[in-house]
């Protein structure tokens, strides 16, 4: 699965998206499993209520599934127009 | 209705007359055309950098462009949102509506700002003599949706 980051979450984790190999079911597991692996992860997604998620490019929560998907990105909230 | 929508993200900046006048010549009547700028709120801003998500961004500006298509009887829709640096005054980007109906094409204009404001992938990064930060998302932004569910 391709995971992206994006604004401040990709300055915290120290790069823009890479390959993860995950069993994660929903986005919450998989936010899980990346703050488990290291600090520069954790300190990114430690307050996930200042993250957005899109799924497959659609904005998506938590409990969303990631079977059969491919890409997941994170993001602080978006400041367009 | 069928509507004529128009979506490009792109660094390079736009023609602001030739977009309008590719919908008044539509024929709609009423066109009505909202432009943002790049501005200096807190003083000693040098540039602006936009960061995006390429191939979700066309998605969700083609995707807002349609609803407001639906809500509204409009004829063309026009969105355009650009990326990379910017300077002070540079126009960030463009909404332009048309319709027979100009209430229609002020409140598709202003249903269409509203949502690109806080759901479309966009980040802006301040950079000044002092250093850079990332704008923050503010709660009017996201408040400013509920007038429209």
């Given at each position: 699965m391709?995971v992206?980051y ?10 823009g998206?890479e390959?993860?190999e ?11 499993e ?5 600090a ?16 497959d490019?659609?904005?998506a929560?938590?409990?969303?599934p990631?079977?059969g ?7 602080p ?5 | 209705?069928?509507s ?6 792109q660094?390079?900046?736009f023609d ?5 006048a590719?919908?008044e ?11 943002g ?5 807190a003083g000693?801003?040098?540039h602006?950098e936009?960061e ?5 961004t066309?998605?969700a500006l ?14 063309a ?6 990326h ?8 960030i ?7 027979r109906?100009r ?10 700002m ?12 301040e950079v000044t003599?002092q250093?850079?930060?990332?704008v ?5 932004d996201?408040?400013a949706?509920?007038?429209w569910s």
């Open positions: 391709r992206l994006f604004a401040w979450v990709r300055e915290r984790i120290g790069e998206s390959e993860v995950t069993a994660a079911a929903t986005v919450r597991d998989l936010v899980a990346l703050r488990a692996r290291e520069r992860y954790d300190l990114a997604l430690s307050d996930m209520g200042a993250v957005r998620v899109a799924v490019q659609e904005l929560d938590l409990d969303a990631l079977a998907v491919r890409e997941v990105a994170f993001f909230p978006m400041t367009g127009g | 209705m069928h004529d929508l128009r979506v490009s993200v660094a390079h900046d602001l007359a030739a977009e309008a590719r919908l010549a539509t024929g709609a009547g009423a066109v009505v055309t909202f432009t700028l790049v501005r200096d709120v000693g801003l040098r602006m936009l995006h998500y390429p191939g979700m066309e998605k083609a995707a807002i462009a349609a609803e407001a298509a639906e809500r509204w009887p409009l004829d829709v026009t969105v355009i949102h650009r990379g640096r910017l300077a002070p005054g540079a126009r980007m463009m909404v332009a509506t048309a319709s109906h209430a229609a094409a002020f409140q598709a204009a202003d249903f269409l509203d949502y690109l404001k806080s759901r479309a992938p966009f980040w802006k990064r003599g250093g850079a930060g990332w923050a998302a503010t709660d009017e996201e408040a949706l509920d007038r």
